[in-house]
């Protein structure tokens, strides 16, 4: 079993910076991509930003330039660090990562974190 544990958010003003972190633990062969999501009370979950195991990196284009994904492979974690934060980034935001369990299994399973409510006050 594997689980994703989150840590940071919370209420921020407008302009303002927060970082999320996200851990992975359990049983992990290898992690390839891990990332943030987030969903806004009425709408549908989008994403906010991957990355491989390869640092390649991939942003949704309201948050580029103002948000930064990195990851410690090591520690089978992910960050995502929120700068000039604006009202419409407010969301609850969710940690996910693609995990093999096994050296005797290819395929990558997609896991998610509790989520953890980003608030943004104008």
């Known amino acids: 079993q594997v689980q994703l544990v989150q840590s940071g958010g919370g209420l921020v003003q407008a302009g303002g910076s927060l970082r999320l972190s996200c851990a992975a633990s359990g049983t992990i062969f290898s992690v390839n991509v891990m990332g943030w999501y987030r969903q806004a009370p009425g709408k549908q979950r989008e994403l906010v930003a991957v990355t491989t195991s390869g640092d390649s990196t991939t942003y949704a284009g309201s948050v580029k330039g103002r948000f930064t994904i990195s990851r410690d492979n090591a520690k089978n974690t992910v960050y995502l660090e929120m700068n000039s934060l604006e009202p419409e980034d407010t969301a609850v935001y969710y940690c996910?990562?693609?995990?093999?369990?096994?050296?005797?299994?290819?395929?990558?399973?997609?896991?998610w974190g509790q989520g953890t409510q980003v608030t943004v006050s104008s």
């Open positions: 996910t990562a693609n995990v093999r369990t096994s050296r005797y299994l290819l395929s990558y399973d997609t896991y």
